[in-house]
């Protein structure tokens, strides 16, 4: 299990919480409760799709794997992209970030996820996004902002 003792000695363990300790004190969490709550919306809906993926990456039988992937990539994850691709659109008809002009933890969580699963944590757009032009190009305004592109480049190479 991940953890982190913050600066006043506190340790924090579950990755979830880690990550919003951290874009708190980043300036990523939004001031407001309801685009909290939207951020965490989209951050818990990025993680539902992570037990599909782990499903299909220990699955031994490779005939079950293969009915996995296909129920994964042809029916699950192309609903979840309709609806995440909705609730960019609300914001600034999808031209800006999840919650608006503002970049926070849930684009992050939701590139994260595309990046290092479908990507391989390289920088090109993943074919899974191909059909929902704005959350292309909100995975690629993420990519551009400077500290996130420069550890893509630099990042350690890795399964996931």
Request: aromatic share 12%.
């Amino acid at each position: 299990m991940p953890f982190i003792v913050s600066p006043e000695g506190i340790t924090l363990a579950q990755s979830g919480t880690i990550m919003k300790y951290i874009c708190k004190k980043g300036g990523l969490c939004p001031a407001d409760s309801f685009d909290e709550a939207t951020a965490d919306m989209i951050s818990d809906g990025v993680t539902d799709l992570f037990r599909p993926l782990s499903n299909i990456y220990h699955e031994k039988d490779e005939t079950k794997k293969e009915e996995i992937k296909k129920e994964f990539y042809g029916t699950t994850l192309p609903a979840r992209l309709e609806k995440f691709e909705a609730l960019l659109k609300n914001r600034d008809e999808g031209k800006g970030f999840f919650l608006g002009e503002k970049l926070s933890y849930a684009d992050i969580t939701f590139f994260d996820f595309f990046n290092n699963f479908h990507s391989k944590g390289k920088e090109d757009v993943p074919e899974e996004l191909e059909k929902f032009p704005l959350l292309v190009e909100h995975y690629k305004r993420v990519l551009n902002v400077p500290e996130i592109n420069e550890w893509v480049k630099k990042r350690p190479v890795s399964e996931f």
